[in-house]
Nanobody, 116 residues
Framework: QVQLVGSGGGLVQPGGSLRLTCAAP????????MAWYRQAPGNQGEGVAI????????NYADSGKGRFTLSRDNAKKTVYLQMNSLTPEDTAAYSC?????????WGQGTPVTVAS
């Protein structure tokens, strides 16, 4: 079963930046859209951002608008989430999800910690 590979998380100071990457190495499925979700300890998960693989249209949760930017490389089946001006409220495990013709695929949570 295809597993997405997420990376780029870590510890960053408030105001800092991180770029998360999610890829589907060796896969051959046709992707409709790529999305990021996050779940902070004790909280429900929330959608962060989503991008269409066909036309690149993006949508962001209010929490990330103006700070987060998605980009994609369809040939590499990879999506990137650039996160700037991070705050402690962005601390969470970030997971990626690809919606494809053959189904939905998830990556493991990538931890992001924003702290001094």
């Amino acid at each position: 079963q295809v597993q997405l590979v997420g990376s780029g998380g870590g510890l960053v100071q408030p105001g800092g930046s991180l770029r998360l990457t999610c890829a589907a190495p060796g896969s051959n499925f046709i992707i409709y859209c790529m999305a990021w979700y996050r779940q902070a300890p004790g909280n429900q998960g929330e959608g962060v951002a989503i991008i269409s693989s066909r036309d690149g249209i993006e949508n962001y949760a209010d929490s990330g608008k103006g700070r987060f930017t998605l980009s994609r490389d369809n040939a590499k089946k990879t999506v990137y989430l650039q996160m700037n001006s991070l705050t402690p409220e962005d601390t969470a495990a970030y997971s990626c999800e690809f919606s494809a013709v053959s189904g939905s695929y998830w990556g493991q949570g990538t931890p992001v910690t924003v702290a001094s």
